[in-house]
């Protein structure tokens, strides 16, 4: 009888080690490490995926046949873009977000709108009972959904057999266990040993699985980092819990772009498409404002406006505070630098806050002219017109530089009526300016920016 197998692992990054130690080297988190075992005494023999073993021979690259995967499209066309066209065949995903963000509701609700499709939704945390009240307040219904609450790998794979789903639902990793691990459910080994099963069963019967994953304190996937490389697709959901905006971003896609996005609004009876985000990332004021300014980002191939929002104040109590929300603060510190030098704009002795409207978190450098914009606005106490938006990204000499896509940001400003779009001079060559809907302005640097906005 073979002796049973054990190891310490790290509970917060999956880091393994043969005995105890009180740091981890791979996160520097303190007494995280727990003993698990990894392989029993006895070997069952329970039924599980784990016996299918993968058949032939290899191939030379110039003998496979590549064909385009075959996609079950959805009603919802936010998760088909950022599924990179739809849910893949044998496709493994995992969505993970915050608790309470919605990641159950969005999963039941497609579960419910794949029309013909069998779908098999396994839960290991809510009763029948819990999951179908949360069905009844949604306006999708759907008589090919089947809900199974169950924690044990092999009595699931037992239920598929003779159930034979399309799609299947897993709510949520952390809650299965495997008969081949001995501890217990969430730890790392049996969040690990229960991806590799549903792995190898997507694979081998073409079914496509979601999973539902938590995430820590500091908002990674709960569970070894190795999960994230064992999946095809990773789904983040997030928001704010106390908005009712909800964004589904692509962290990982085998077979899409992996800078994707899906915006979703919380509703008593589901989750709702948000089919121009643009509309409601700008807010609507009776009164203009100094300090706010409509920027152009890209996410994926889907262009945006954004609401810029900044506040320029004489710092009256010590060293002036620099604070951004959705924005990175060191981008901020870097344009506040290039006013003073490049401008001449007094701001080291300013508190400056800057938000960007509608809890995006902005990595575009197409934005920063519409970020200078505001902080000019906000310090000079002059507004600009709400018809006015701004694309191009803003050198450490005061340049105006030219980004990508400019064809979709100024589609996209066509499409909400602005009248006027600053962009770079050098992006100008590509846009026939007499055939575009509004009035399209190059700037090559700020100081003919200034002149132009508040001449």
Same mark, same amino acid.
């Given at each position: 009888?073979?002796?049973?197998?054990?190891?310490? =692992?790290?509970?917060?990054?999956?880091?393994?080690?043969?005995?105890?130690?009180?740091?981890?080297?791979?996160?520097?988190?303190?007494?995280?490490?727990?003993?698990?075992?990894?392989?029993?005494?006895?070997?069952?023999?329970?039924?599980?995926?784990?016996?299918?073993?993968?058949?032939?021979?290899?191939?030379?690259? /110039?003998?496979?046949?590549?064909?385009?995967?075959?996609?079950?499209?959805?009603?919802?066309?936010?998760?088909?873009?950022? @599924?990179?066209?739809?849910?893949?065949?044998?496709?493994?995903?995992?969505?993970?977000?915050?608790?309470?963000?919605?990641?159950?509701?969005?999963?039941?609700?497609?579960?419910?709108?794949?029309?013909?499709?069998?779908?098999?939704?396994?839960?290991?945390?809510?009763?029948?009972?819990?999951?179908?009240?949360? /069905?009844?307040?949604?306006?999708?219904?759907?008589?090919?959904?089947?809900?199974?609450?169950?924690?044990?790998?092999?009595?699931? =794979?037992?239920?598929?057999?003779? =159930?034979?789903?399309?799609? @299947?639902?897993?709510?949520?990793?952390?809650?299965?266990?495997?008969?081949?691990?001995?501890?217990?459910?969430?730890?790392?080994?049996?969040?690990?040993?229960?991806?590799?099963?549903?792995?190898?069963?997507?694979?081998?019967?073409?079914?496509?699985?979601?999973?539902?994953?938590?995430?820590?304190?500091?908002?990674?996937?709960?569970?070894?980092?190795?999960?994230?490389?064992?999946?095809?697709?990773?789904?983040?959901? #997030?928001?704010?819990? $106390?908005?009712?905006?909800?964004?589904?971003?692509?962290?990982?896609?085998?077979?899409?772009?992996?800078?994707?996005?899906?915006?979703?609004?919380?509703?008593?009876?589901?989750?709702?498409?948000?089919?121009?985000?643009?509309?409601?990332?700008?807010?609507?004021?009776?009164?203009?404002?100094?300090?706010?300014? !409509?920027?152009?980002?890209?996410?994926?191939?889907?262009?945006?406006?954004?609401?810029?929002?900044?506040?320029?104040?004489?710092?009256?109590?010590?060293?002036?505070?620099?604070?951004?929300?959705?924005?990175?603060?060191?981008?901020?510190?870097?344009?506040?630098?290039?006013?003073?030098?490049?401008?001449?704009?007094?701001?080291?002795?300013?508190?400056?806050?800057?938000?960007?409207?509608?809890?995006?978190?902005?990595?575009?450098?197409? !934005?920063?002219?519409?970020?200078? /914009?505001?902080?000019?606005?906000?310090?000079?106490?002059?507004?600009?017109?709400?018809?006015?938006?701004?694309?191009?990204?803003?050198?450490?000499?005061?340049?105006?530089?030219?980004?990508?896509?400019?064809?979709?940001?100024?589609?996209?400003? #066509?499409?909400?009526?602005?009248?006027?779009?600053?962009?770079?001079?050098?992006?100008?060559?590509?846009?026939?300016?007499?055939?575009?809907?509004?009035?399209?302005?190059?700037?090559? $640097?700020?100081?003919?920016?200034?002149?132009?906005?508040?001449?």
């Amino acid at each position: 009888m073979a002796k049973a197998k054990t190891a310490y =692992f790290c509970q917060e990054c999956g880091y393994n080690s043969p005995k105890w130690i009180g740091r981890c080297p791979s996160c520097s988190e303190w007494n995280t490490f727990v003993q698990e075992v990894i392989e029993k005494e006895d070997k069952l023999t329970s039924v599980s995926w784990k016996s299918i073993s993968f058949g032939g021979r290899p191939k030379a690259i /110039a003998e496979i046949i590549y064909e385009n995967e075959p996609r079950i499209i959805t009603v919802d066309q936010e998760l088909n873009r950022v @599924l990179g066209g739809g849910i893949v065949q044998g496709s493994l995903v995992l969505i993970g977000g915050e608790p309470g963000i919605g990641k159950s509701t969005l999963m039941l609700q497609i579960a419910l709108t794949l029309g013909q499709k069998r779908v098999l939704y396994v839960s290991g945390e809510e009763s029948e009972q819990q999951i179908k009240m949360r /069905a009844e307040r949604m306006t999708s219904k759907s008589d090919h959904c089947y809900i199974l609450t169950e924690t044990q790998t092999a009595s699931i =794979f037992k239920q598929i057999e003779e =159930f034979k789903p399309d799609v @299947l639902v897993v709510d949520s990793i952390q809650t299965m266990q495997s008969a081949y691990i001995e501890s217990g459910a969430g730890s790392v080994s049996q969040v690990r040993e229960c991806t590799a099963e549903f792995m190898k069963f997507a694979k081998e019967t073409g079914i496509p699985v979601f999973l539902i994953g938590h995430i820590t304190k500091e908002g990674s996937l709960a569970g070894p980092k190795v999960l994230e490389h064992m999946v095809d697709t990773v789904l983040q959901f #997030e928001g704010d819990r $106390h908005t009712t905006y909800r964004i589904l971003r692509t962290m990982k896609n085998r077979f899409g772009s992996t800078s994707e996005l899906g915006i979703y609004e919380m509703n008593s009876d589901g989750l709702r498409q948000v089919s121009n985000p643009s509309e409601i990332l700008i807010s609507q004021r009776d009164e203009p404002v100094s300090g706010i300014t !409509i920027g152009s980002m890209m996410e994926g191939n889907r262009p945006l406006l954004i609401e810029i929002q900044s506040l320029v104040s004489v710092a009256n109590y010590g060293t002036p505070q620099r604070s951004s929300t959705g924005f990175d603060a060191k981008r901020l510190q870097m344009l506040l630098a290039v006013l003073e030098k490049r401008g001449g704009f007094r701001l080291g002795m300013q508190d400056v806050f800057l938000n960007v409207a509608g809890g995006l978190k902005v990595e575009d450098p197409a !934005i920063d002219l519409a970020v200078v /914009a505001s902080l000019v606005s906000s310090y000079e106490d002059r507004f600009l017109p709400s018809s006015v938006c701004f694309a191009a990204e803003v050198g450490l000499g005061g340049e105006v530089r030219a980004v990508s896509r400019i064809e979709s940001r100024v589609s996209e400003a #066509e499409k909400l009526g602005f009248e006027k779009m600053y962009i770079s001079k050098y992006n100008s060559k590509g846009i026939d300016l007499k055939r575009a809907k509004i009035e399209i302005v190059p700037v090559a $640097h700020l100081d003919q920016l200034f002149m132009e906005i508040f001449r």
